[in-house]
């Protein structure tokens, strides 16, 4: 696009695109602003009025405010970390080469087209059941009791549950980083006497450490808004209730529209707060 | 010391036989090089010498030692790759101190260590840089910094200087040679071109599809080519090589004239032809003739000021004492 003329022309051709995202985008925003500032309980008497940052104040103020931050971070930080760890395994293992490879593959990536409700489900009532789930047969051939795994360990459920599904996706980033990955320079390394765990530690996962970024970024962008996993298996209870099921249940539970739509702008804020601290830590790594 | 003696050494990939049984022994302190077309097996014997290929069978010994199932970091070996295998996020300090680091020396001596070979490689206003930040030239001197400070026994290079530019090529190449003269250290080194064997190397080994086709000093193979294949290979412009007549008259199946040994002149000789493509290098002029009845081109060199031009008639003559003669086989006869 190098004269006046082709640079114009291209402005107008991406402007439909443009407009269509920005309202996509702002219209929602603008609406969850100007009812963040009112009291609106559809079933009991509509729109009553501005009333200022009452809701704010009442939304934080609840008792349920600080333990719904608690599980969110709680949630997204497990799955994190399992996701990573256990993806930089997966990919290690992947990337060897190994009989039935490619279905390997295909079989490893299949979760995450699964979707959220699905999966929360079959896990919910397949594994997760104290009755008949695998897991309690798996109990109870060892002869131990069963673990009513929603009620009793509801937070590393709802952790596993989603961290299967996210699973792939840091597999998929992190094998592709792997497979970038020169092989002369391993071959370097070992010529130069590093035994496996050494080459881990000095090639290998600085080599990946962009990758492990991306995935990061991406994954906490995501997991800040999980909710079908939360709606299908525990309805928030148990101490799963995290800021976007708080959100859910200020509006439609409790039919106040906007006390939930001040709770969403803070959850549009904790998300950009998130956002700016990890791309700060890890702004640095995406640079180079 | 850096003897390394290969016995019967065979490696196969799968069903395909990439070098059938082969013998070779690499004296202390000489400059080897492996040179072939590519594909000839030539990387994949030193990387069998490396440790990082498996032999199929056979042995390999490094000192007298058994080296064959020695994993690669024991073998006291130090490679250098085609593409540097850098370490992209360490700092060049980092990256020679690595095998060091790996080692165990302690901090002091690596640091004399790297100092030392930052010193002989004009690397230490770099130390600090990363590998990205450096030109071809200075990363190829910081792959062969970090072989140099482990002190091996041997240095391998797997054609180190093909990604660099031409000028850049001849100075790396003598700076490699003044390192073999000062370390005196067994030196291997691969390539494909057999400017690069000629210049640099003690001894040859000339390699087509695994087998050894020869091996000699540069003069030696340059002088007295064992088969077809190797006085096609080595020297610049290739060979011409007859069948025919000609070969006939000299009592073998095919003769073989550098374009060195064959005389131009514009009077009279053996043969006769007509001047195709000139290509002036100034001290000397390679002329490829055409319609000569002995095959399609004949390169010739000759003077840099002969006079003559495309289309133009010439007549060679060989010079009797440099006909080389081959029997059917292709073997020297």
Sequence with gaps: MATQHARSAARLMLAPAVILLLGWMLVPLTMTLVFSFKKYLPLRGGDLGWVGFENYIRFVTSSAFWPSIWATLIIVGGVLVITIAFGIALALLLDQPMWGQGIVRILVIAPFFVMPTVSALVWKNMFMDPVNGLFAHLWQFFGAEPIQWLSQASLPSIIMIVSWQWLPFATLILLTAIQSLDSEQIEAAEMDGAPWRSRFIYIILPHLSRAITIVLLIQTIFLLGIFAEIFVTTQGSFGTRTLTYLIYQRVLESQNVGLGSAGGIYAVILANIIAIFLMRIVGKNLDA | ?333
């Excluded at chain 2, 070969?247 to 000789?269: D, L, M, N, Y």
């Design chain 2, 1 to 333: 010391m850096g003897r390394i003696t290969l016995d019967k050494v065979t490696k196969s990939f799968g069903e395909v036989n990439v070098i059938p049984p082969l013998d070779l022994t690499i004296n202390d302190g000489e400059f080897v090089v492996f040179v072939g077309p590519s594909g000839c097996g030539k990387s994949t014997l030193l990387r069998l010498i490396a440790g990082l290929e498996d032999v199929t069978s056979g042995q390999i010994r490094i000192d007298g030692d058994d080296a064959t199932r020695m994993p690669p970091a024991q073998r006291r070996l130090a490679m250098v790759f085609q593409s540097y295998a850098l370490y992209p996020h360490m700092s060049v300090r980092k990256n020679i101190a690595f095998p060091m680091k790996m080692a165990g020396i302690p901090e002091d001596e690596q640091k004399r260590r790297i100092d030392s070979a930052a010193k002989a490689l004009n690397l230490t206003d770099y130390l600090d840089r990363r590998p990205g930040q450096l030109s071809g030239g200075q990363r190829q001197r910081v792959a062969i910094g970090r072989a140099i400070v482990r002190e091996p026994s041997a240095f391998l290079f797997d054609e180190p200087l093909s990604n660099l530019d031409a000028a850049l090529r001849v100075g790396m190449r003598l700076e490699i040679m003044e390192l073999h003269k000062r370390l005196a250290t067994t030196m291997i080194y691969v390539t494909h071109d057999q400017v690069e064997a000629m210049t640099m190397a003690d001894k040859i080994v000339v390699l087509r599809a695994g087998n050894i086709e020869q091996v000699g000093s540069p003069l030696e193979l340059y002088r007295e080519p064992r088969n077809e294949f190797v006085a096609g290979f080595i020297g610049s412009p290739k060979m011409n090589i007859f069948g025919g007549n000609p070969a006939q008259q000299h009592g073998a199946a095919k003769i073989g004239v550098r374009p060195e040994h064959i005389s131009a002149s514009t009077e009279a000789g053996t043969w006769e032809g007509v001047v195709g493509v000139a290509e002036h290098l100034g001290s000397d002029t390679f002329l490829h003739v055409h319609q000569t009845g002995l095959a399609d081109t004949v390169t010739v060199r000759v003077d840099g000021e002969l006079p003559v031009k495309h289309g133009d008639r010439i007549f060679l003559t060989p010079e009797a004492d440099k006909i080389h003669r081959f029997n059917e086989q292709g073997l020297r006869a």
